[in-house]
Nanobody, 121 residues
Framework: QVELVESGGGLVQTGGSLRLSCASS????????MGWYRQAPGKQRELVAR???????NYGDSVQGRFTISLDNRRNTVYLQMNSLKPEDTAVYYC???????????????WGQGTQVTVSS
């Protein structure tokens, strides 16, 4: 079982920056992808950014050019640098790890508990 622990959320003014971190308790070796999703009140969870084992990166349209995802394989940690924050970025941000589990013979999703990001206008 893998535990994902997020940190770095908080309250920031419009135009400010935050850096989220997500550390995996288990190895991310041979992972499929790892990244961040967010969910605002009354809305569906949406992709923010994810990085694949190949190095390919996907960003949600609304964060393209403002957010940057990075991965430290040695620390089993993924980061999300968020710049030029807007009030519409306010949401709970969830870390996700998608990894192949040999014991299950399938890809398995793991989720963090979420961290609140609030951007004031």
């Amino acid at each position: 079982q893998v535990e994902l622990v997020e940190s770095g959320g908080g309250l920031v003014q419009t135009g400010g920056s935050l850096r989220l971190s997500c550390a995996s308790s288990g190895s991310i070796f041979n992972f499929n992808d790892m990244g961040w999703y967010r969910q605002a009140p009354g809305k569906q969870r949406e992709l923010v950014a994810r990085i694949f084992g190949s190095g390919t990166v996907n960003y949600g349209d609304s964060v393209q050019g403002r957010f940057t995802i990075s991965l430290d394989n040695r620390r089993n940690t993924v980061y999300l640098q968020m710049n030029s924050l807007k009030p519409e970025d306010t949401a709970v941000y969830y870390c996700n790890l998608n990894r192949y589990e040999a014991s299950l013979l399938k890809l398995q999703d793991y989720w963090g508990q979420g961290t609140q990001v609030t951007v004031s206008s």
